[in-house]
């Protein structure tokens, strides 16, 4: 595993879910787990539910539906190019979205690392992609400004 994956996996990740979930005092519902929002059950399970809502959201580029995983969710996943070519890599998001906290992969990590492999060998690209594209775009704006 790369060291920007696993600084950002075992640091910046747990704070996000600790304040989208409500750790600090308020609950987002999109993010939060349906025991969280019944209960007010947090727990490893619940946090690992709203890490399968943030890769929802940075997949539709917005905030997803509440709730679990449901017809109206996967609709709106299927929009994302990726997702609708390769149907495993939507149920692979899914189970994390179980509506009961026992159904849902423990830990977190290994699921988290082979949903980020299943998305770029889908076609999303990588960061040396995306970085080799920008560098084009700069180096033909250049050439159109001279």
Partial sequence: MGLVRHYWITTKLPIAIAIITGAFGFIHRPYAAPEVIERGD??????????????CAVLLGHTPPAGPDSPRLRTKLRAVEVLDRRSEILDHLMTMLAPFPGNRPAP??????????????????TRSQIEQIRHEIENSAARTAE
């Fill in 42 to 55: 947090y727990t490893g399970p619940s946090d690992r539910f709203a890490l399968a809502k943030v890769a």
């Fill in 108 to 125: 977190a990590t290994p699921w988290l690392v082979e949903l980020i492999d299943m998305l770029v060998k889908g076609g999303l690209p």
